[in-house]
C-alpha cells in the first residue's frame, strides 16, 4: 500500500491539455477540477491501480488503465500505438476545454515513458529530444533502463510499430507488425512465468483493438466516467 502526500501534476508545455502526475492526483477531486481533468491514464501494476470510481464517476472522468508494472523487462512498446491513438482521441475530444491526465505512481519512469513517447510521435521528435522536452515540464520524469531502450527503438520504428496502414493488413483488417520489433522481441530472450505470459498477451490484444478502434477515424466521444481496463476482461467500448 502507498501512503498518497500531497499531489504533484505537471502540464506539458509542448503538447496543450496534457498533464503528467504521481498517484495522489487522482485520489484529490480539487487537483482534478482545478485542472480540468476529463480523461485519465492509469500507468500503473494491477495491485497499484488507484483511481476511485466514486471520484471518476462523480466527476464524469473517462478512464484508461494498462497494467505494468515499472521493471525493465516489461513490454511497454507494444501498448504505445494504442495508448498514443487514445491520448490523440482524448486530447481532440476534449478541444482545448479539459485536461488529459497521465500518472503512475510517483509520474517518473512509466507515465514519463508514456508521454515522450506520445510528444515523439505528436512533434516527430527524437527520444533525447523529447526527454529533454518532458523534463522542462516536470524535472522528475526518467523512464527506467529498458523503457528509454524502448523508445529509442520506438524513434527507429518511425512512432509505430505496425506497417504502413493498407499495405500489409492481416484478411482481418489487423495490422502486421514491423519485422524490426518482431526481432527485437525475439532477441531479448526474457523468460516469463505463465501468468505474466497471459498478462501480456492480453495487453497485447487490448492495445491492438485500440489502435484498430482510432486509427482514421473522427474523434469519439463516450459517456461520463467510462473506464477501459487493459488488464482485465472488463476491457471493452
Not at 133 to 162: C, K
Not at 221 to 234: A, F, I, Q
Amino acid at each position: 500500500m502507498y501512503a498518497l502526500g500531497s499531489s504533484t501534476i505537471n502540464a506539458i508545455d509542448s503538447v496543450p491539455g496534457l498533464f503528467i502526475s504521481d498517484i495522489a492526483t487522482t485520489r484529490s477531486p480539487e487537483t482534478l477540477a482545478k485542472h480540468g481533468i476529463s480523461h485519465i491514464l492509469s500507468v500503473t501494476g494491477r495491485l497499484e491501480f488507484p483511481v476511485s470510481p466514486d471520484v471518476t464517476q462523480a466527476m464524469g472522468i473517462q478512464v484508461l488503465h494498462l497494467d505494468i508494472e515499472d521493471n525493465p523487462y516489461e513490454d511497454l512498446l507494444m501498448s504505445l500505438d494504442g495508448l498514443c491513438a487514445w491520448l490523440d482521441n482524448a486530447l481532440k475530444a476534449s478541444r482545448g476545454r479539459s485536461g488529459v491526465l497521465v500518472h503512475c505512481i510517483q509520474g517518473i519512469s512509466r507515465s514519463g515513458a508514456v508521454v515522450i513517447a506520445y510528444m515523439m510521435r505528436a512533434h516527430n521528435i527524437g527520444f533525447y529530444d523529447a526527454l529533454h522536452m518532458a523534463q522542462r515540464s516536470r524535472s522528475v520524469i526518467h523512464p527506467n533502463s529498458g523503457f528509454s531502450d524502448q523508445l529509442r527503438l520506438w524513434e527507429q520504428l518511425g512512432y509505430t510499430i505496425f506497417e504502413e496502414m493498407g499495405q500489409h493488413d492481416g484478411q482481418d483488417g489487423t495490422p502486421r507488425v514491423k519485422q524490426q520489433c518482431v526481432d527485437w522481441k525475439a532477441s531479448r530472450g526474457i523468460l516469463l512465468s505463465k501468468e505474466a505470459e497471459a498478462r501480456q498477451e492480453h495487453t497485447r490484444k487490448a492495445m491492438l483493438d485500440l489502435f484498430i478502434h482510432f486509427r482514421g477515424q473522427e474523434v469519439e466521444e463516450y459517456g461520463p466516467s467510462s473506464r477501459y481496463h487493459c488488464s482485465t476482461k472488463n476491457y471493452m467500448f
